[in-house]
């Protein structure tokens, strides 16, 4: 008989928090800011999720130096 196992993920209001501020707010402002000076939807598109991106992991390198320094 298999054993079945039971996964609770928690969310915290942080990480919904964060995930506004990055994905929706930074990415919006990028996709405006990529309209506007370049006059096209795909490439504003691109230029927002690789800005959001970027933010993403470098957001995550400072972490990681932050708990190096430790």
């Given at each position: ?5 039971f ?6 209001s ?6 506004i501020?990055?994905?929706?707010v ?11 000076l ?30 190096n320094?430790?």
């Amino acid at each position: 008989m298999r054993v079945q196992t039971f996964k609770v993920y928690v969310i915290t209001s942080a990480d919904i928090r964060r995930f506004i501020i990055i994905e929706i707010v930074i990415g919006t402002l990028t996709y405006n800011v990529g309209l506007k000076l370049l006059h096209n939807a795909i490439l504003a598109g691109t230029l927002s999720f690789a800005g959001t991106e970027s933010i993403k992991r470098s957001l995550q390198l400072i972490r990681r130096k932050g708990e190096n320094k430790k």
